[in-house]
């Protein structure tokens, strides 16, 4: 049985999914993890502009997935998300620790809650990530 380790990873889905077709993606992504006996947590940071265009896509639902799990079923994960017509882009880190709460998160519950200092914050923080296509 491989050793479970922490990962972080974010995701981002298509323009014109719903919130509850996210929260479908989150479910499905979450049962490869929680079959290999891991566990799963996500934060929705909600639908933001792209830098640039993205399969026709000019915005995206970003969310993070808290994992902790074996190497083999984030690698899995990772080939599942690839092949997902929803998910345009991901990435996944190894982290030393998960954090509790990430500051920049957006309420799920309130997706069209309006831009505060915090949201510009994680705005200039994805423009910077490179995410995998």
Not at 12 to 25: F, G, H, T
Not at 29 to 57: A, Q, V
Request: hydrophobic share 35%; with cysteine.
């Amino acid at each position: 049985m491989s050793k479970h380790c922490l990962y972080e990873t974010v995701f981002i889905a298509r323009q014109d999914l719903a919130i509850d077709d996210i929260e479908s993606l989150i479910s499905k992504f979450s049962k490869i993890i929680k079959d290999s006996n891991g566990s799963i947590s996500y934060e929705y940071w909600g639908l933001r502009t792209l830098s640039f265009p993205i399969k026709k896509n000019t915005r995206g639902h970003y969310v993070l997935l808290k994992i902790a799990s074996s190497k083999d079923s984030v690698a899995e994960l990772k080939r599942v998300m690839g092949y997902n017509e929803d998910v345009i882009r991901s990435i996944t880190f190894a982290v030393e620790q998960h954090g509790k709460e990430s500051s920049l998160a957006v309420n799920i519950k309130d997706p069209n809650s309006k831009k505060d200092k915090k949201d510009e914050n994680l705005d200039l923080i994805l423009s910077q990530i490179q995410f995998e296509a």
